[in-house]
């Protein structure tokens, strides 16, 4: 069955079970490998995509349930203003270690920062407490959600 | 280097690439690091020069996380004097008759490159001077160099190194050892803070992972094995599984009984993951468990109780005279303390790609130990060694899993089966905590006998962990050079080894994780009992500066580093003023020595309702003259912090059924949130030792100052782990 949806701002189509989970599809079907397998259940966040601006966890999302509507990755995070600023933060705080679930706790910080601009610690603390980090880079992501939203304004 | 083993190289040296530019392949003797118990070898490092006066460094050691992509190529690119900027780095593949070791773990990479890589670049860079200094008839001595540039100050010349490619491209290397390495004041590379050369790529979410291999007519495949590790397979429904949607192959694959290489399992190749892993839910399989079913925790447990309760069977170390001593006691402390078996949990579950083809296998492995990969591959599948290519992928996560290497061995057993068609098998989250080499259980019976000065006199530790006859598990051994018995003249070590079907293996700070807490935990029992704080006791079973023997083939520990981390942990963490903390919160000490690091740490927590927050971290280090990277270093200490944090709080522990492990996910098998995240300090002592890793040594410490702190706070021992206050 033909799936439509927006991926990044543009318009894809693919034929697979509705069933299959968003993650695959979009890293079998839709060549984008940047979103990543942990636990397949929920509860690491390293699959974590926007839909239609918020976070959701695309190893429980089937992926014909985003018909119509329109789905963020990390490939295309950065065109959004916050999601720019926090990869700007990310690369000169070096937040990642080994790296693998850094596409997840960009997305979910960018989620974040999107609904809260200016986000203290309690508020870090409970939109990313999804996020696993098994190498615990936790100290360096709260640094770089408040130097990301600290450089609201600032030109590109 | 003697002309001899230049000569067996066939690329030594420079030689001029098409299209312009040069490539150095620099061949360095790396001395043999006592623990790897390697023969001496040659290093090969290779330095590209693009035009543009841009270089590409080569990057040989596996990215776990742990930096070595980004900080052995920084010691090059140091002595090759070029500006960071000007560099990028490409991975290596696997080969260790080109590159030396390049294996991840035991925190040994530093100690082992830090010499060799420099070696290398100054190589590199000599060559460059000869060069020019030859076009420019001046004397050798003369030319200096800074950012890629050859310099002549007498002359006011200066050239690119790209535009020295044609007389470099003559010259033989000269001999790395007779050549002068920097003055550390001058460095500008080493000792600053480098993010990771990946890191935009990981931001951007470029495909670099094991996970992202992408081949063309690749099948995807899910291995199931029996949950029982080590069970034989019987039978199953393979033709119903066979004609599901999707499914391409479904194979069963026999293996040779040994967990470390590979076990009887059914595997099922399909266009995707999920149809592979879909039409696992309808395959059913018969296993024979019968010889791993009567394996449980309780069993362990009870059997442990009874050990601990007779003379053990065996003396791991006798030093002194134990008995006399006891006997001649003014008070013994004893005390009993435990831990569960652990998983790794690496984020990135275990897998690997792999294509047979023609004889050869190409493998695609995210692995820390790659050659020996290619060992139990050729030995399991009867390929010659140099039959197997094995391209190295960034990790996403090692902690001392992917030292094992049965997920390379079952990729390659599965791609066997299907010539010509690449095959990546993946594990599902529970494929990755059943299939584990965990962290092995132990129990321990402590005492220590004091003097009527509070002086310790003795110490006894009767130990059940895990093994066969007198041979512990991996991971699971008791060192008798291990703190405190290395400080105290009579000592009784003694063992009891239980059997287990479950594999074990090295997880972060392997041994040390377990015995930094229950040993460092028990001191402060003994310190207590003494009528003195913990960092006291420890400075006096220190004693005076000097080098005590390793175990067997490890470093020497120094008691003075010793004192000099504890005494600045103690000024760092104003731990003379923790009796002014308000009633439920505390402070507790610990310090280990592991990787031949020294570390002393102090946790702050509050205790409330029987739930332990921690506030605050402070960790004092010595690793040696030279922090490599301050960035990395302090990513490595907060990340081991916070590992050791959750071992003890999160909830960890895997526990067995009938043979089976019982945690599937990270559910039950926690790790630490951000939410758990104290305030880190970290400091480093720098003492004039060569500079060692910092993977493992600041975990051990952390584990038995957080349980020293909730007894501070709330007057309880914490003897076993996870913590339960309930
Ligand atoms: S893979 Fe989706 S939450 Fe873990
Ligand atoms: S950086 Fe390794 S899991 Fe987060």
Not at chain 2, 28 to 38: C, R, S
Not at chain 2, 148 to 155: A, I, T
Not at chain 2, 464 to 480: I, M, N, Q, S, Y
Not at chain 2, 610 to 628: C, F, L, R, T, Y
Request: hydrophobic share 45%; net charge neutral.
């Amino acid at each position: 069955m033909a799936i439509r949806f927006t991926v990044n701002g543009a318009a894809r189509e693919i034929d697979v079970d509705p069933e299959k989970p968003l993650l695959w599809a979009l890293r079998e079907d839709l060549g984008l490998p940047g979103t990543k397998f942990g636990c397949g259940a929920g509860l690491c966040g390293a699959c974590t995509v926007h839909l239609d601006g918020a976070a959701i966890r695309a190893c429980l999302t089937p992926v014909g349930s985003v018909e119509g509507q329109s789905i963020t990755t990390i490939e295309g995070v950065a065109a959004l203003d916050a999601g720019r600023r926090v990869g700007e933060a990310w690369h000169t705080l070096d937040v990642p270690q080994c790296g693998y679930c850094q596409a997840g706790q960009i997305m979910s910080a960018v989620a974040l920062l999107t609904e809260v601009p200016d986000p203290d610690d309690a508020a870090i603390d409970a939109a990313m407490a999804g996020n696993l980090c098994r190498c615990s880079t936790y100290v360096r992501i709260r640094a770089g959600i408040k130097a990301a939203a600290k450089s609201r304004g600032a030109a590109a | 280097m003697t002309a001899a083993m230049l000569s067996r190289r066939r690329f030594v040296g420079a030689s001029l690439l098409a299209g312009g530019g040069l490539m150095f392949e620099l061949a360095v003797p790396i001395a043999a690091h006592a623990a790897d118990g390697a023969e001496p070898r040659l290093l090969t490092a290779f330095i590209r020069v693009l035009p543009g006066n841009r270089f590409v460094i080569g990057g040989k050691n596996a990215e776990i996380g742990q930096g070595a992509k980004t900080s052995l190529p920084m010691m090059i690119a140091e002595e090759f004097d070029v500006d960071w900027d000007q560099v990028t780095v490409e991975q290596t593949h696997a080969d260790q008759s080109l590159f030396g070791a390049q294996s991840a773990g035991g925190s040994r990479t530093t100690a082992r490159e830090w010499l060799p890589m420099r070696q290398a670049g100054a190589a590199a860079r000599q060559m460059l001077v000869m060069a020019a200094a030859r076009k420019w008839n001046v004397p050798e001595d003369g030319p200096t160099t800074a950012s890629g540039m050859v310099k002549d100050r007498r002359s006011g010349r200066s050239i690119a190194y790209v535009d020295l490619a044609p007389e470099a491209a003559m010259l033989t290397p000269p001999d790395p050892s007779a050549l002068k390495l920097k003055d550390p004041a001058q460095y500008r590379i080493i000792g600053k803070p480098i993010p990771g050369v990946d890191t935009p790529a990981i931001v951007a979410g470029k495909p670099l992972f094991g996970i992202d291999v992408a081949q063309p007519g690749l099948l995807h495949a899910v291995l199931e094995t029996c949950p029982a590790v080590g069970g034989r397979f019987k039978s199953a429904n393979l033709d119903t599984v066979r004609a599901l949607p999707g499914v391409r192959h479904v194979l069963t694959i026999t293996g040779n009984g040994e967990a470390e290489s590979l076990l009887d399992g059914v595997a099922i190749l399909a266009e995707s993951f999920w149809a592979a892993n879909k039409a696992r839910e309808s395959l059913e399989v018969a296993w024979d468990d019968s010889a791993q079913a009567g394996f449980s925790t309780e069993s362990y447990a009870a059997q442990a109780a009874t050990a601990l309760g007779a003379k053990a069977a065996s003396e791991v170390l006798r030093k002194g005279e134990p008995d006399a001593a006891f006997a001649a006691a003014a008070r013994t402390v004893e005390a009993r303390y435990d831990y569960p078996f652990l998983a790794h949990g690496t984020l990135e579950p275990q897998n690997c790609t792999a294509l047979f083809k023609d004889g050869a296998l190409e493998i695609w492995a995210p692995t820390q130990n790659p050659e020996n990969g290619r060992g139990l591959v050729a030995k399991a599948l009867g390929i010659a060694p140099e039959k197997i290519r094995i391209n190295l992928t960034r990790i996403g996560g090692g902690f001392g899993r992917r030292l094992m290497n049965d997920y390379m061995v079952q990729a390659a057993a599965i791609a066997a089966k299907v010539p010509g068609t690449p095959v990546k098998l993946l594990y599902t989250r529970q494929d990755d905590f059943r299939r584990d080499f965990y962290r092995p259980a132990g129990w321990h019976a402590f005492a220590a006998a004091l003097d009527g000065e509070g002086k310790v006199t003795a110490f006894r530790d009767h130990f059940v962990g895990f093994g066969t006859g007198e041979a512990p598990v991996r991971a699971g051994e008791l060192p008798g050079a291990m703190v405190p018995a290395n400080l105290v003249d009579a000592v009784l070590l003694e063992q009891d080894l239980l059997a287990t079907n479950l594999p074990t293996g090295w997880l972060r700070a392997p041994g040390s994780n377990a015995l930094g807490f229950v040993s460092q935990a028990f001191l402060d029992e003994v310190a207590e009992a003494a009528g003195k704080d913990l960092p006291s006791l420890m400075l006096d079973l220190l004693g005076s500066p000097r080098a005590l023997a390793g175990e067997g083939r490890g470093p020497a520990f120094h008691t003075g580093r010793a004192r000099g981390v504890i005494e600045k942990v103690v000024a760092m963490a104003d731990w003379q003023g923790r009796g002014k903390l308000p009633k439920g919160r505390g402070k507790g000490f610990g310090f280990y020595f592991s990787h031949a690091g020294y570390f002393a740490e102090v946790v702050e927590v509050s205790v409330a309702d029987g739930q332990v927050k921690v506030h605050e971290v402070w960790a004092a280090g010595d690793v040696g003259s030279q922090i490599v990277n301050p960035l990395n270093a302090l990513h490595q200490v907060q990340g081991s912090v916070i590992e050791g944090l959750g071992q003890a709080l999160a909830g960890q522990k895997i526990t067995q059924v009938a043979g089976v492990v019982e945690q599937a996910n990270f559910d039950t098998h926690p790790f630490q949130r951000i939410d758990a995240t104290p305030k880190i300090n970290v400091e480093f002592v720098i003492t004039d030792n060569p500079p060692t890793g910092l993977g493992e040594p600041a975990l051990p410490p952390v584990i038995p100052a957080l349980v020293n702190a909730i007894h501070a706070a709330t007057g309880k021992r914490v003897r076993s782990l996870p913590v339960d206050l309930a």
